[in-house]
T-cell receptor
Framework: AQKITQTQPGMFVQEKEAVTLDCTYDTSDPSYGLFWYKQPSSGEMIFLIYQGSYDQQNATEGRYSLNFQKARKSANLVISASQLGDSAMYFCVYSRDDKIIFGKGTRLHILP | DGGITQSPKYLFRKEGQNVTLSCEQNLNHDAMYWYRQDPGQGLRLIYYSQIVNDFQKGDIAEGYSVSREKKESFPLTVTSAQKNPTAFYLC?????????????FGPGTRLTVT
């Protein structure tokens, strides 16, 4: 069965520093998608970035990039130049057809 | 403005009562989803629907029911059979139900059952 692991329950980072949130997954499927979502304290889920398993390039969206290492089954989120508004929960999500699995999340705190 | 609406934001019910949470989208999305989130946890899939009049159970469907009579609407009923219904419920939709499409989420409904 597929599994998503986020090993960092909480992180504290100084404003303007880069931060890497870890995500590893376990699957035998050849085709799948990986997402990162942000959940601020208000509760809504905000899509950040997507990586398809066959994509050759690592995905980037503004300050967000995904360090995708398929052989190691890792999909780490990198946030460059962190801002106070980046403080939130971050979820890594595995998706294939009708299977959607959320990791337990990492709570990121940005310090002024 | 296109988006997903969930109402109400906070809902209180007494134990033993069924309660229905609404979810409406005007994004013309085919697929809709219901998730449950417990404090400090990720989301768990309750039910999903890829087309009108069809839906499938997710990982934790017991004690819940859904309907999909219209493309825009996917209400979730939390029945009295759900042993621990107090949670945050999120509805989402996507263009299609395969792995490459991001999901758009509603603001959520926080249900408290006492």
């Amino acid at each position: 069965a597929q599994k998503i692991t986020q090993t960092q329950p909480g992180m504290f980072v100084q404003e303007k520093e880069a931060v890497t949130l870890d995500c590893t997954y376990d699957t035998s499927d050849p085709s799948y998608g990986l997402f990162w979502y942000k959940q601020p304290s208000s509760g809504e889920m905000i899509f950040l970035i997507y990586q398809g398993s066959y994509d050759q390039q690592n995905a980037t969206e503004g300050r967000y990039s995904l360090n995708f290492q398929k052989a190691r089954k890792s999909a780490n989120l990198v946030i460059s130049a962190s801002q106070l508004g980046d403080s939130a929960m971050y979820f890594c999500v595995y998706s294939r057809d009708d299977k959607i699995i959320f990791g337990k999340g990492t709570r990121l705190h940005i310090l002024p | 403005d296109g988006g997903i609406t969930q109402s109400p934001k906070y809902l209180f019910r007494k134990e033993g009562q069924n309660v229905t949470l609404s979810c409406e989208q005007n994004l013309n999305h085919d697929a809709m989803y219901w998730y449950r989130q417990d404090p400090g946890q990720g989301l768990r899939l309750i039910y999903y629907s890829q087309i009108v009049n069809d839906f499938q159970k997710g990982d934790i469907a017991e004690g819940y029911s859904v309907s999909r009579e219209k493309k825009e609407s996917f209400p979730l009923t939390v029945t009295s059979a759900q042993k621990n219904p107090t949670a945050f419920y999120l509805c989402a939709s996507s263009t299609a139900g395969d792995s490459g499409y991001e999901q758009y989420f509603g603001p959520g409904t926080r249900l408290t059952v006492t």
